[in-house]
């Protein structure tokens, strides 16, 4: 079974669907967390404001997260319709746009206020930058991948293409 398989399968576990969501999100986490560290304390180095680091952190986080997204669904999607014309290409640009747009749309409002008001509060509360932001980071991801998750599973169909589904999951 590969990768897809378990990612769409309806009838799988609960163990199946969260080794499913790892597989799925632990590389877009790390890159995630990597910028997100990276750039709120460049940001914060340069201008000493747990404000701007904040907001740094935040749109560093999305560059690194859906920056790696994009290029795996575009690869995913690449995959299912190999060597595409040049209208093609333009069809898979708006599927993978789709697609990032359905399993993160509603994430990324609830998750964006959220973090950036914990990446600015919690290096206070915890009086050390690094671990405030690492903390905030996490708590926002909470809310982040529980929207998530039910929004991929809900639209899964329209996420992943059909050619790469397993049989009979239409």
């Known amino acids: 079974m590969t990768d897809s398989d378990v990612e769409l399968d309806t009838r799988s576990t609960v163990p199946r669907r969260m080794t499913a969501w790892l597989r799925r999100y632990l590389p877009l986490e790390v890159a995630g967390t990597a910028a997100t560290l990276l750039g709120a304390h460049l940001t914060y180095r340069q201008t000493g404001s ?4 904040a907001i740094a952190g935040t749109v560093a986080e999305s560059v690194g997260y859906y920056g790696l997204s994009a290029a795996r669904s575009w690869t995913t999607w690449r995959r299912a319709s ?9 069809a898979m640009f708006w599927c993978v746009l789709r697609a990032t747009v359905l399993e993160f749309g509603l994430a990324e409002i609830a ?5 950036t008001v ?3 509060l919690l290096p206070s509360v915890l009086n050390d930058t690094t671990s ?3 903390v905030g980071k996490l708590l926002a991801d909470i809310v982040f991948y529980a929207v998530a998750i039910l ?13 790469l589904r397993p049989q009979g999951d239409s």
């Open 50 to 53: 747990l404000a701007a680091a």
């Open 82 to 90: 190999p060597r595409p014309a040049r209208r093609r290409r333009l």
């Open 111 to 115: 998750d964006v206020g959220a973090r």
């Open 118 to 120: 914990l990446l600015y």
């Open 132 to 134: 405030g932001w690492l």
């Open 151 to 163: 929004s991929f599973e809900r639209h899964r169909r329209l996420i992943v293409p059909v050619r």
